[in-house]
């Protein structure tokens, strides 16, 4: 009978990791969004911006992972020139959209990439995953004129 218990209970504790680990690799990581950004700003310098932005923008373009997916910001007016989870917002300005904290992240972003050149950038910002707005960093590198972006989410 102890025995026949302990083996239920490490069947259970067995599921209950399993759980943990698939909700773990729900979210990517730091790593892997300076990855995609890394990979991402590649094909920018060796296919050009057109060719890049259309595999961006497509789901199936290489450029979407769970949770990551990268975005591409011009610096001088903050227009959206690509955009792996959110179409609508391509060609539109977001400089002066701020979080729920009001936080100028957009602005923030432009400034890191203007000065430093590459880093990350704190905020909120809803999760295409979950549908809720969630705490969120993102990587972003400068390549001439834009900024290239992949966000992880730390919800």
């Known amino acids: 009978m102890l025995r ?9 504790l067995a599921i209950a990791g399993a759980h943990f680990v698939a909700v773990a690799d729900d979210n ?7 990855v995609m950004v890394e990979k991402a700003f590649m094909l920018v310098s060796k296919e050009g911006k057109d ?17 990551l997916y990268v975005f591409v910001i011009a610096l001088g007016d903050g227009v ?4 792996g989870a959110n179409k609508a917002l391509i ?19 432009i400034t890191l990439a203007k000065g430093d050149g590459t880093g990350w950038i704190d ?6 995953t979950t549908k809720k707005v969630e705490p969120k960093s993102s990587y972003v590198k400068k ?7 992949v966000g992880i989410y730390k919800g």
Not at 28 to 34: L, Q, V, Y
Not at 80 to 83: G, R, T, Y
């Open 4 to 12: 026949k218990l302990a083996t239920v209970a490490l069947a259970m």
């Open 28 to 34: 990517g990581s730091a790593d892997e969004a300076k």
């Open 51 to 67: 060719k890049a932005y259309a595999a961006f923008n497509d789901p199936a373009g290489g450029f979407k992972d769970r949770d």
């Open 80 to 83: 959206v020139q690509a955009h």
């Open 91 to 109: 060609g539109k300005s977001l400089l002066n959209v701020k979080d729920g904290d009001g936080k100028p992240f957009i602005q923030d972003m």
């Open 123 to 128: 905020y909120k910002w809803p999760n295409p």
């Open 143 to 149: 390549f001439d004129d834009v900024l290239v972006g």
